[in-house]
């Protein structure tokens, strides 16, 4: 890239930095030292502003780059993604959201462990979401390495992953949730001002005819008709037909299964603010998505496949691309500000997104594994100071593994994410809310039953070994087919939840089953 766009890309990167470092300083001076202030912003959220918290926390660096790339490379099936995360919402509308406000405190571990025995139930959940929490962080921590290396060469994209996780630990550690929440509000308008834009400029390019877009997308491919079908990607063997499906499950169910969008929950007063506030977020969200859509396959058209992965092999630089072509191309001023204020934009996204991810994966840290392992004659230290040094060694390691995976396309690590948190939250979620005789044993197998198997098939999988794309393709101990696990281990959290139940030794408690589903339902009783 040219010196000009170089410069005012970082200029713009280095002005929303001192933005965000303004407000997390600003947040500072005010009473930071309660759990509840630093983990649930003091409950004062509106559902508006919730909502665009939530919209902000949940459309990440796999939204904004990865999905786009994946539909400029691969047509329809990229498209999936996009559906995929969209239905995801509809889930939370209807089975969590008012629950999870009601009978939760801080974390996902409080509404499951409501009526077990908290030790195992909080070290399991606890372990869960501290496993999604990296694998998301990782994603967002390649999505900013590739932006920089566009602008800057690839020797740059390490010393970015290193600087956007320092940055995660300053906001989570001084600013908390009050902090974390202002950074994704604004990082939502700035990132829907930019996808409106740019939505705008490539139907003007075709003049408003979608018909024309498509057609110039498909014959830009190479592949004609067949890229806006299926079957490019997910269509050529019935192991890809499998990871298809499995890639589906775990988008669909793997939402209501995030630590850090149901931690979101908890900023607002009432659960009926809750609901509303996942009401705004839909509207924000499904916008968003369909205008990615329109954006993947303008990038193919405009751009072009073979262009893109040049650029990139993974597609997770088309839309600084498709921003260069729409603004007058390498070279002209248009090109360049357009270009630099979209490469802003993404940026922006990448800090707030993995703000909010550090900051549920710390109170997981905090309020459930240490607050439940702490011996009880034990010099108490506060969990706030806890959850602070948690953030430091979570944003450590995330660094290490994004540094390890910077080939990967961040929509397909989310995915991985996504599937982690179907296969172990979401059964242990459910079962708690809605099946009577869940016992303890039930909940820790459920965790533990869809956790494992998710890991284990990775680390079998196309992902890790066996192919020129994986992280070792040196190496080949590939046993598992498919590179989403979700098909095999959603099932099996299910399984292993319901037999733990059916085989414990202690009987349920069902008078503390009726106390949690009345808070539930009527929010009597809740925080």
Known sequence: MSGHHQTLALLLFSAFVVVTLAITTWVTRKR???????????????????????????????????ISGLIALYGYDGMLYSVGFLVAWLVVLLLVAELVRNCGRFTLADVVAARMAERPVR??????????????????????????????????????????????????????????????????????GGAVALTVLVLARFHGDVNSLLTSAAER?????????????????????????????????????LPHILARFYTVPTARAARRSVVWSIGLIGGFYLMTIVLGFGAAALVGPADVRASNASGNTAVPLLALVLGGGEGSNGGAVLFAVVAAVAFATILAVVAGITLA????????????????????????????AAAVGIGVVAIGLGLLAQDLNVAFLVGLAFAVAASANLPALLYSLFWRSFTTRGAVWAVYGGLVPAVLLVLVSPVVSGSPASLFPGVDFQLFPLENPGLVSVPAGFLAGWIGTVTSPEPPDRARHAETEVRALTGAGAV
Do not use: C
């Open 32 to 66: 930071q030292g309660s759990a509840e202030e630093f983990y649930a912003g003091g409950r004062l959220f509106s559902p508006m502003e919730n909502g665009f918290a939530i919209a902000g926390d949940y459309m990440s660096a796999a939204s904004f780059l990865g």
């Open 123 to 192: 070290t399991a959940v606890g372990v869960s979401s501290v496993s999604v929490s990296v694998l998301y962080l990782v994603a967002q921590m390649v999505g900013a390495g590739s932006l920089v290396a566009l602008l800057l060469g690839d020797t740059a994209r390490s010393w970015t992953v290193v600087g956007v996780g320092a940055l995660m630990v300053v906001y989570v550690s001084l600013g908390g949730m009050r902090a974390t929440t202002w950074i994704q509000i604004v990082k939502a308008v700035l990132l829907m």
């Open 221 to 257: 491919s190479g592949r004609g008709g067949d890229f806006l079908s299926p079957g490019i990607l997910y269509g050529g063997s019935w192991t890809a037909r499998l990871d298809f499906i499995s890639l589906g499950l775990a988008l669909v169910l793997g939402t209501a299964g």
């Open 361 to 388: 994966s710390s109170a997981s840290v905090a309020h459930d594994l240490y607050a439940s392992w702490r011996r009880p004659g034990a010099r108490r230290r506060g969990e706030v100071g806890v959850a602070r």
